[in-house]
């Protein structure tokens, strides 16, 4: 059965550079959720979309901003990036449930 | 974690014997939910339990939910070498768009063959 995928797998950026993280969602799942985990930590939800609009936020920085496209896939662009960005990000995607399928993640390090 | 906390941090058991892992949590849910992280790997869904359920089983998975004390535990029976993993408990608020989960601090899980 077809997973979330999300690229890049691994992404290395400095300081105040840009990253654009992606996310493809399960056929025909309508909604897309980001969460953040740090290391050792538990996964932090940030932002979600539900039919291209956004439907919740939650400890998103302000300088991160996402969308949800006409195909349903997400991309999360994060600016200004700061050592702390460091972090395994993931995208999850749901349909008419409340059960969420989480792709593999992008591991972001941050020099 | 803002919401759930976990209980033990850790658990080191031997092949065959259960495991048990407890979660609490704050504020009002529609479900809660049990995932298992191989180590910096994804997240897998093991079970959803709704707010009006008390126990769910799933294999050699058993959930319980006691809403009265805000509280979740899992068992994992007759454990096995690959049952290796983090687990963590999240919860649902539910609301018109399924809504986001909020994660415990989870419990790492480490099964000795």
């Known amino acids: 059965a077809a997973g979330v995928i999300q690229s890049p797998r691994h992404l290395i950026k400095e300081k105040r550079e840009t990253a654009t993280l992606k996310c493809y969602p399960i056929?025909?799942?309508?909604?897309v959720y980001w969460y953040q985990q740090g290391p050792g930590q538990d996964p932090q939800f940030l932002i979600s979309?539900?039919?291209?609009?956004?439907?919740d936020k939650g400890s998103i920085p302000d300088r991160f901003s996402a969308q949800q496209f006409s195909d349903y896939h997400s991309e999360l662009n994060m600016s200004s990036l700061e050592l702390g960005d460091s972090a395994l990000y993931f995208c999850?995607?749901?349909?008419?449930?409340?059960?969420?399928?989480f792709g593999p993640g992008t591991r972001l390090t941050v020099t | 974690s803002q919401q759930g906390e976990e209980d033990p941090q850790a658990l080191s058991i031997q092949e065959g014997e259960n495991a048990t892992m407890n979660c609490s949590y704050k504020?009002?849910?529609?479900?809660l939910q049990w995932y298992r992280q191989n180590s910096g790997r994804g997240l897998v869904h093991l079970i959803l339990?709704?707010?009006?359920?008390r126990e769910k089983h799933s294999g050699r998975l058993r959930v319980t939910l006691d809403t009265s004390k805000k509280s979740s535990s899992l068992l994992i029976t007759a454990s096995r070498a690959a049952d290796t993993a983090s687990y963590f408990c999240?919860?649902?608020?539910?609301?018109?768009?399924?809504?986001?989960?909020?994660f415990g601090q989870g419990t790492i899980l480490t099964v000795h063959p």
């Open positions: 504020t009002s849910i529609n479900n």
């Open positions: 056929p025909r799942h309508d909604t």
């Open positions: 999240a919860t649902g608020a539910g609301g018109t768009s399924y809504g986001k989960l909020t």
């Open positions: 339990i709704r707010s009006n359920e």
């Open positions: 999850a995607s749901s349909y008419n449930s409340y059960e969420q399928y």
């Open positions: 979309f539900y039919e291209k609009m956004q439907s």
